[in-house]
Nanobody
Framework: VQLQASGGGWVHTGESLRLSCEVSTDIADINVLGWYRQAPGKRREEVAWVMSGGQSIYVNSVEGRFTISRDFAQNTMYLQMNSLKNEDTAVYYC??????????WGQGTQVTVSS
């Protein structure tokens, strides 16, 4: 299984970006799909994830601003990021987890938010 993240870029505070994560297999079979991020000098942290049954979970810092979604026809996961803040600046990674197996990581995509 391979994951390809894209859609990062440089934006001003308050603007929006949509990240995409193309998956090389049927995403309906994946138990958990998620987005993580790592800012300079900080540990990687969870941002949002969606279960195979459709339940989505967000960390408090992005709740109400970010939306995770899936396109089963395209085997792609998205992260719509609105009202971006400086503190959202990070490398964003997508990941896939099958129950009982190690998480599979995609490469990162850089998001830079500046005033």
């Amino acid at each position: 299984v391979q994951l390809q993240a894209s859609g990062g870029g440089w934006v001003h505070t308050g603007e929006s970006l949509r990240l995409s994560c193309e998956v090389s297999t049927d995403i309906a079979d994946i138990n958990v799909l998620g987005w993580y991020r790592q800012a300079p000098g900080k540990r990687r942290e969870e941002v949002a994830w969606v279960m195979s049954g459709g339940q989505s979970i967000y960390v408090n810092s992005v709740e109400g601003r970010f939306t995770i979604s899936r396109d089963f026809a395209q085997n792609t996961m998205y992260l719509q990021m609105n009202s971006l803040k400086n503190e959202d600046t990070a490398v964003y990674y997508c990941a896939a987890t099958y129950t009982g197996r190690p998480t599979i990581w995609g490469q990162g995509t850089q998001v830079t938010v500046s005033s």
